[in-house]
């Protein structure tokens, strides 16, 4: 599964951004997608993810209120919608794939493909 991650960019806090993210996989339906960031000098951390249809989202406290994934099978593409950002938000955000399984994994370790980054950076 290739994966295309677009959309991020330098805004002020406060600001509103849209992650996309493409699949090239004729099945996209068929995987649970998630979103995952990475600051300087720091580890990867979970943000987002969501279920092969939809029906199931999940963030990190640090961005839940202010973040939301969706998906738009049709199009293979997930999202990241992200309001009210903050400096800390700034990082390296990457979407990741995984074949669809009962339980949405919330670890990096489980996702299967990734794409490359996508910069957020968050001025004050």
């Known amino acids: 599964v290739q994966l295309q991650a677009s959309g991020g960019g330098l805004v002020q806090a406060g600001a509103s951004l849209r992650l996309s993210c493409a699949a090239f996989?004729?099945?996209?339906?068929?995987?649970?997608m998630g979103w995952f960031r990475q600051a300087p000098g720091k580890e990867r951390e979970f943000v987002a993810a969501?279920?092969?249809?939809?029906?199931?989202?999940y963030y990190a406290d640090s961005v839940k209120g202010r973040f939301t994934v969706s998906r738009d099978n049709a199009k293979n593409t997930v999202y990241l919608q992200m309001n009210s950002l903050k400096p800390e938000d700034t990082a390296d955000y990457y979407c990741?794939?995984?074949?669809?399984?009962?339980?949405?994994?919330?670890?990096?370790?489980?996702?299967?493909?990734w794409g490359q980054g996508t910069l957020v950076t968050v001025s004050s």
């Open positions: 996989e004729r099945i996209f339906s068929r995987y649970h």
């Open positions: 969501i279920s092969w249809a939809g029906g199931r989202t």
């Open positions: 990741a794939a995984t074949p669809w399984k009962n339980e949405v994994p919330l670890l990096g370790s489980s996702y299967d493909y």
